[in-house]
């Protein structure tokens, strides 16, 4: 009894704790998406939402509530648990990614040293919601836009993995907090790292399904890529874990790269920096072209690919020909990577469920 007692109150903690954060969440991408159709409005000299609510401010609200009232439907011959499956992996996982992002100096809601590489191996999950969702719809449409996105995520999944391996030796540690620490007593990554900066904007790009690399959605020939035959709240799953994406990584560009709050305004630069970069996502979709696929995969694998080697290559042989390499925790072994010391710290849990608490 006491155990189910327990139970109960942790699962009271977590709700209490975690609602406000995620109704944050889902705020910034409603906002997000109106802030979108607006710039997107004045790129193209035409007047974006502006009937519901004051200058069109309860537009998201307004689109929500249309897609929650529309009908659930799905494909005769679909497969049905995997096919309601697929959105709600995809919102999951675009939601678990934001639980190691710092927002201050009072850092995440979850910490512990390997939250970069937790946050890529995350991010890597959400092919899984494209492709169980494209092939459980049971139509070629839907399918062919699952195996682009497959072939496309993963091909640029590798460079960002070369990314943050770079980064982890840069900083000495994957954890998000320490590597915003390191840049203020150093130097902004953005600078010795300028060429990883614009491949990761790029692969960024690529990751979230944007154009010029929205080839899974290519509406021209697919008429919506693996999302076709979704309505209702299953398109709405696909439509948030995508700008949630968008704002994620644009937190992420911050952190790794500008040093995230600890800039010469504190939380208010950082948010700001956040604001440049994801409107910097809108003006590429208002700027750019599609790219043809053979060109998108060419740039993945014969030019993305190479230079993030190359660069990685070149800068761990800098750290150690000029003994530079010291890692967060004072020690001086060139070779050895953050990952070692990962079992020092986990993750710090719930005393309910962490068992040195007891």
Known sequence: MKLCYEIFIYIAYVIIKYLPFL????????FYTLAERKIMAAMQRRVGPNVV???????????????????FFQPRYAEKKIFWFGPFLMLVVSFIGWL???FSEYGPLLTFKLSLIFLYAVNSLSVYGIILSGWSSNSKYSFLGALRSAA???SYEVSLGFIFL?????AGSYNL???CYVQSETISFFFPLFPIFIVFYITVLAETNRIPFDLPEAEAELVAGYNTEYSSMGFTAFFL??????????????????KGWLGAFGVFSYFLKVLFFSISLIWVRATLPRYRYDQLMSLGWKTILPIVISYFTFFV?????TDRAVFTDGSSALLRLPTRVALEDPILLHPYLDPRAK
């Open 23 to 30: 109704v944050g969440i889902l705020l910034s991408v409603a």
């Open 241 to 258: 874990a995508e700008y949630s994406n968008m704002l994620l990584m644009s937190f992420l560009i911050v952190i790794c790269f500008f």
């Open 166 to 170: 770079l980064i982890g030796c840069a």
């Open 177 to 179: 907090t320490d590597i």
């Open 152 to 154: 496309q995520m993963l």
């Open 53 to 71: 609510g004051f200058a069109g401010v309860l537009q998201p609200f307004s689109d929500g509530l249309k897609l929650l009232l529309k009908e």
């Open 100 to 102: 190691v992002i710092p």
């Open 317 to 321: 042989c800098f750290l150690i020909f």
